[in-house]
């Protein structure tokens, strides 16, 4: 299996998981995986009702961009970038999307 087919299973894993965790205060939230095409975009979204509140969002975004993997967001609490690298993806073949590209190294994680 070459990196890049090893990458999105790792990543489909890891976010399948984190999908099927029910929202303890939010019971009428569901958690929705979307997998684009030829699995180079990953999305968790928040979606339902909280009372009279219509819930909506992103939670997690990763893609596969230039044999790299592109967390483009993450607001969870989970750290899905440490995650990944527990899973297999080595540090250097992550890029913090939402992180300034000058501090990206700093943190020991692929510039882009």
């Known amino acids: 299996m ?6 999105k ?14 929202i303890s205060n939010l019971p009428a939230v569901e ?4 997998i684009g095409e030829g699995k ?7 979606v339902g009702w909280q009372d009279k509140r219509y819930v ?3 939670v997690i975004h990763v893609q596969i961009k230039n044999d790299k993997v592109w967390i483009q967001e993450d607001m969870t609490d989970i750290d899905i970038a440490g ?9 250097s073949d992550i890029v913090l999307g939402f992180v300034a590209p000058y501090a990206r190294s700093i943190a020991g994680f692929a510039a882009a």
């Open 31 to 34: 958690r929705q995986l979307i």
């Open 40 to 46: 180079e975009q990953f999305i968790l979204l928040h």
């Open 56 to 58: 909506h969002g992103l």
């Open 83 to 91: 995650r990944l690298i527990e899973q297999g993806i080595p540090k």
């Open 2 to 7: 070459d990196k890049i087919t090893r990458y």
């Open 9 to 22: 299973a790792i990543i489909e894993k890891a976010l399948s998981h984190q999908a099927a965790i029910k």
